[in-house]
């Protein structure tokens, strides 16, 4: 069992940048990959990126992939997702998601998310 709270959304304009956190609840927050996935209005909720139980391999979506990047803190049980380079495409609620053992890129495989944070990027 986790608890996860997302913070950081904001406006941006384009091109620029954005950190969002992920802080988690629980005693076996070790034992969990980690995900961010983002849903925009009218759109179905897509994966964005994913991070294994030590940090050490992380996944991306093909539109974020080289602006995006995923890390991992355990000690402090947060995840964070930092966001360079930022387009209007980018604009979404942002989601947390934590699963048992190993990552996926299918949201019907994660049992826990956060509340959403939204970021609007201007153009």
């Known amino acids: 069992q986790v608890q996860l709270v997302e913070s950081g959304g904001g406006l941006v304009q384009a091109g620029g940048s954005l950190r969002l956190s992920c802080a988690a609840s629980?005693?076996?927050?070790?034992?969990?990959?980690m995900a961010w996935f983002r849903q925009a209005p009218g759109k179905e909720r897509e994966f964005v990126s994913a991070?294994?139980?030590?940090?050490?391999?992380?996944y991306y979506a093909d539109s974020v992939k080289g602006r995006f990047t995923i890390s991992r803190d355990n000690g402090k049980s947060m995840v964070t997702l930092q966001m360079d380079s930022l387009k209007p495409q980018d604009t979404a609620v942002y989601y947390c998601?934590?699963?048992?053992?190993?990552?996926?890129?299918?949201?019907?495989?994660?049992?826990?998310w956060g509340q959403g944070t939204q970021v609007t990027v201007s153009s």
């Open positions: 998601a934590a699963r048992n053992w190993i990552y996926s890129t299918y949201e019907s495989a994660y049992d826990y």
């Open positions: 629980g005693r076996t927050f070790r034992n969990y990959a």
């Open positions: 991070i294994n139980l030590n940090g050490i391999n992380t």
